[in-house]
């Protein structure tokens, strides 16, 4: 499933935690319908290519759920990761999220964000995600 490069990095993550990511303001609806705030993986990698941060799928599977970005750049650990869920899961618990220790995660409707907040371009990596929360598909 995963190569031996992802393997290794996945040894040097640790679980941030069970992500019980859900939104009060989700409460009351069943999850499933398509929210009108869901990001697209296209609006995603939008928005932090406009930041100077261009993301790369490197899964073998491009359409797996959720859809995990890295830096384009081949960096060997990189300093952050984002996490693109399906349209319909604005609301709901995601389940499990894994980042590198020491990594702040942010969730902004179908997108979960983790990054080292003392990373060089941890101020980048904020401005997607602020970008993020105001975007607004055309």
Do not use: W
Request: net charge negative; hydrophobic share 40%; glycine share 8%.
């Amino acid at each position: 499933m995963f190569s031996i490069r992802h393997e290794r990095e996945l040894i040097r993550v640790v679980l941030v935690g069970i992500a019980l990511l859900g939104l009060a303001a989700g409460c009351g609806s069943t999850g499933s319908s398509i929210r009108p705030g869901a990001l697209e993986l296209g609006d995603v990698e939008k928005v932090f290519a406009e930041e100077d941060l261009p993301l790369a799928n490197r899964a073998r599977n491009k359409r797996a759920i959720p859809a995990t970005l890295t830096p384009a750049k081949d960096e060997q650990f990189p300093s952050f990761v984002v996490y693109v869920y399906g349209r319909h899961q604005t609301s709901e618990d995601l389940g499990m999220v894994i980042v590198e220790r020491g990594f702040d995660v942010v969730r902004v409707e179908n997108v979960v964000v983790g990054f080292d907040p003392r990373g060089s371009i941890a101020p980048q990596v904020q401005t997607a995600i602020e970008r993020l929360r105001r975007y607004e598909s055309d």
